[in-house]
């Protein structure tokens, strides 16, 4: 009996072994990869990273490994760029969905990450002294000098464009993020925007965090 229950437990773990084996499993991201994949990313994002305001296209050089995979998978699912109101996302959405897999996903963001783009010129204008102030409820998140935590799921804020954090903001207030169902984190987010009640305020954060180093 003790020898056919032992038979049993070994064939079980093999099964599970088997089972185990057969779920794809994603290795780190290779940014040498990456960079290939990338080249059609940099039509808009650019180079290095560092956006284009003309193609409303946000930085991404530099930004966290693990939230550019949340994003761009984000993208794919949609829970981001379905929205007909969200032009700039459905913009998005096609160009995530030609990456084929979790594991290109993750090369494309391990390359990303390792992107160091200049610092954006300044294109709002806000008080960066009230802005300060206000940004003392972000700070809890993302940090005192944006650059995001990841226990959190915080993103980095530190280096983006202005007009970039602006408009998110305000997609937050309006729903246009944050109200998707499967969306966890932008719900997380949406009642945190909402506590910038005007466009001023916002508008004084984004020009704080532009003064971030």
Not at 66 to 89: A, C, E, H, S
Not at 154 to 161: E, I, S, T
Request: hydrophobic share 40%; charged share 15%; with cysteine.
């Amino acid at each position: 009996m003790v020898l056919d229950m032992t038979k049993l437990l070994m064939h079980g773990l093999l099964i599970v072994i088997g089972i185990g084996a057969a779920v794809s499993v994603v290795a780190a991201g290779d940014p040498d990869k990456g960079k290939t994949l990338f080249m059609v990313c940099a039509t808009c994002h650019g180079m290095s990273g560092e956006g284009n305001t003309m193609l409303n296209a946000p930085v991404t050089g530099g930004q966290s490994e693990w939230y550019v995979t949340r994003q761009l998978n984000n993208y794919k699912v949609g829970i981001r760029g379905t929205d007909p109101k969200d032009m700039y996302g459905m913009q998005m959405r096609p160009m995530a969905m030609t990456l084929a897999d979790d594991q290109v996903v993750a090369d494309v963001a391990a390359y990303v990450a390792s992107l160091s783009p200049p610092k954006p010129t300044k294109t709002i204008e806000g008080n960066a002294a009230a802005g300060k102030t206000a940004f003392a409820t972000c700070m809890a998140c993302h940090g005192d000098k944006g650059q995001g935590n990841e226990t959190l799921n915080a993103p980095k804020l530190v280096g983006q464009h202005d007009w970039y954090m602006v408009r998110q903001i305000k997609a937050f207030k309006s729903g246009l993020r944050g109200s998707h169902a499967s969306d966890t984190y932008g719900m997380q987010m949406r009642p945190m925007a909402l506590l910038l009640a005007t466009d001023q305020q916002i508008n004084d954060v984004a020009a704080y965090i532009s003064t971030l180093e």
